[in-house]
């Protein structure tokens, strides 16, 4: 069982559909983050939030929109995707942002855009 | 541009076996290096963090650190089927927000 837990694990959506992805974290942790994971590419880097605050957007389209109501919880709104978008979508959280922290991820979102 | 970069592999060893797995990164200003192992259709799960130039050993675990050569290794010894996953190796780096920077993972597979 790990700290950080998303849901759902499976999403199959439309193009013209709205969607939201949850991150939960019950480690005391104060940033969190979104990753993206496309097949034979790196974990790209979306979205960081320290102490709830947006502190980095990785050149994202519009079309994801983040959300950090407090720092245990991290959204991410999907809208009008495209078929590309589909991927692994990873939460990760650590206790601090910083050089020497580490970060720990959820199980992950399987996304599909039909 | 920031990179790390792993040999995609499969790197294939014989259970019992050392396995030696490699990554290097582009910026000297790089200061925290961490190796996550991966199953298939998982997360990616953290196992070695390494800080500073060395060796730093964790049970069958050993991560190895080169700031000269900007080389980071992760050593598997006694390798067993259940270490079969694709490894990442991530790189911290200086500047920005210190957030980590991943390679595209090497594919281990470790037979019976």
């Known amino acids: 069982e790990t700290g950080v837990t998303q849901t759902p694990r499976h999403l199959v959506m439309g193009m013209t559909n709205k969607k939201s992805l949850k991150c939960e974290q019950h480690l005391g942790h104060n940033a969190m983050y979104w990753y993206k994971q496309s097949a034979k590419k790196p974990l790209e880097l979306m979205f960081v939030y320290s102490l709830e605050e947006r502190v980095e957007n990785n050149s994202v389209p519009s079309r994801f929109s983040p959300e950090c109501p407090n720092s245990s919880h991290l959204f991410l709104h999907l809208h009008t995707l495209q078929p590309e978008d589909s991927a692994l979508y990873l939460c990760?959280?650590?206790?601090?942002?910083?050089?020497?922290?580490?970060?720990?991820f959820g199980q992950g979102t399987r996304l599909t855009v039909v | 541009q920031k990179e790390v970069e792993q040999n995609s592999g499969p790197l294939s060893v014989p259970e019992g076996a050392i396995a030696s797995l490699n990554c290097t990164y582009s910026?000297?200003?790089?200061?925290?290096f961490f190796w996550y192992r991966q199953y298939s259709g998982k997360s990616p799960e953290l196992i070695m963090s390494?800080?500073?130039?060395g060796d730093k050993e964790d049970g069958r675990f050993t991560a190895q650190l080169n700031k000269a050569s900007q080389y980071v290794s992760l050593l598997i010894r006694d390798s067993q089927p259940s270490d079969s996953a694709t490894y990442l190796c991530a790189v911290t780096y200086r500047s920005g927000y210190s957030t980590l920077t991943f390679g595209k993972g090497t594919m281990l597979l470790v037979s019976p």
């Open positions: 390494i800080y500073s130039n």
């Open positions: 910026d000297r200003g790089s200061q925290s």
């Open positions: 990760a959280s650590s206790p601090q942002r910083g050089l020497n922290t580490e970060a720990f």
